[in-house]
């Protein structure tokens, strides 16, 4: 395996466990975090393959940059919206957001 | 350092404490031993962006995760957190689809980067200073990086509103 496809392979698995957590779990806080391991294993993806692939440089560093800045917008966005939803109905369960289905 | 070397040793040691921390953030039954995993797999991700020389990426790594959606997180927790002494079932019915699931897509990406051969070549790398980096946010990557702020102000204008007591009278 070259350098490049370890560091993808680190990527994939905290994906996956990222992914795993949003699927499995069911405090949505808990959710939100499991979401910020998926950013950020598609940001060591990105940083990865920018460092190890040339062509259009710095697009990586770029996109992991953006990347970051709205993580930081959704993680505040979605916990305002778990604290509102905890000031209605007392519960960060998931399945109390099931109200919001039309 | 020159560029694209990979230190095994480093690696594996960063590599596994990114996932213990991230398996931590999943597994854990308490929420706020997962929020500290959390903030330590922040922190093993930072530690893997200064092994890919990209180090303002682990520098806004810590100030951003580290500092900032951490503190974030703890915030909603501690908001939230009246459980009633509760912490019965806090894996949904999913779980048991869920789990095999998430091992069949990461075999299902592996297999895609092993067949389309993007991960062959060799070890080269960049090594983007400070100065390009910001070259290329204020020149080419103009218009998004106003979009960004853009969104920010936004995302923050409307969290608050959201999470605004609503009717403020009744305080």
New interface residues.
Partial sequence: M?????????S??????????V?????V??I???L??ML?AV??AL????????GS??AG??F???I??????????G??????N??TH?T?Q??SFSEMKG | MP??D?HPVL?FIV?FW??AC??G??LFRK?IY??VA?IF??LG?AF??AL???A??AI??VL??VG??SI??M???M????QHGRYG????R??V???P???A??LV??AA??SSG???????????SLR??SK??FNY?VL?FEL?SL??L???V???L??R??GGERR
């Fill in positions: 070259t350098a490049l496809e370890w560091w993808l392979a680190l994939i698995m905290l994906f996956c466990i990222g992914a795993f957590g699927l499995a779990r069911r405090n806080i808990l939100v975090m499991s910020e391991l950020n940001n060591i940083v990865a393959i920018a460092n190890f692939r040339t440089p710095g560093i770029m992991s940059l953006f970051i800045t709205l993580a930081a917008a959704e993680v505040a966005i916990l305002a919206i778990v604290v509102a905890y000031r007392r960060v998931a399945d | 560029g694209g990979f690696f590599a990114i996932l991230g398996l953030v999943v929420i997962s929020a959390m797999c922040f991700v893997a962006y890919l020389n990209a303002l990426v806004i790594q951003v995760y900032a959606i974030v997180v915030f909603a927790i908001l939230t957190e009246a079932l806090f894996f949904n999913q779980t689809f869920a789990a699931l998430a091992v897509g990461a990406v592996a980067i092993v993007v991960a062959g070549v060799g070890d080269v790398s960049l090594n983007l390009e980096v290329l946010i990557y998004p960004v969104v920010l936004a995302a923050m409307g969290a608050i959201l999470a007591q609503e």
